[in-house]
């Protein structure tokens, strides 16, 4: 089983930025990955995904233009890149893997979890 560890969230003020980190442990080559987020209240929503050599990323409607993913298989690494964060970005941030290397957009399709990271903007 793939163990996910999420660092790099926090307090920022809108407009600031903030960097995820997502540190997989196991072989995770050519499994797809992704962020998602999930504020009180909410369903949880999809962030960004990213296919297995990088080379082709999804990013969720509501972020895109502010945020890019990207990951590095040596270590075992994805990132979130969050840039012009918005208080409507609050919430806890969780990076996800599929077995399969196919993209998906639906929570149920992922089989590990990390714990989550807490990413609050201030007005």
């Known amino acids: 089983q793939v163990q996910l560890v999420e660092s790099g969230g926090g307090l920022v003020q809108a407009g600031g930025s903030l960097r995820l980190s997502c540190a997989a442990s196991?072989?995770?080559?050519?499994?797809?990955m992704a962020w998602f987020r999930q504020a009180p209240g909410k369903e949880r929503e999809f962030v960004a995904g990213?296919?297995?050599?990088?080379?082709?990323?999804f990013i969720g409607d509501s972020v895109k233009g502010r945020f890019t993913i990207s990951r590095d298989n040596a270590p075992n690494t994805m990132y979130l890149q969050m840039n012009s964060l918005k208080p409507e970005d609050t919430a806890v941030y969780s990076c996800?893997?599929?077995?399969?290397?196919?993209?998906?957009?639906?929570?149920?399709?992922?089989?590990?979890w990390g714990q989550g990271t807490q990413v609050t903007v201030s007005s």
């Open positions: 196991g072989r995770t080559f050519t499994n797809y």
């Open positions: 990213i296919t297995w050599n990088g080379m082709t990323t």
């Open positions: 996800a893997i599929r077995r399969s290397y196919t993209p998906s957009r639906a929570p149920n399709e992922y089989d590990s």
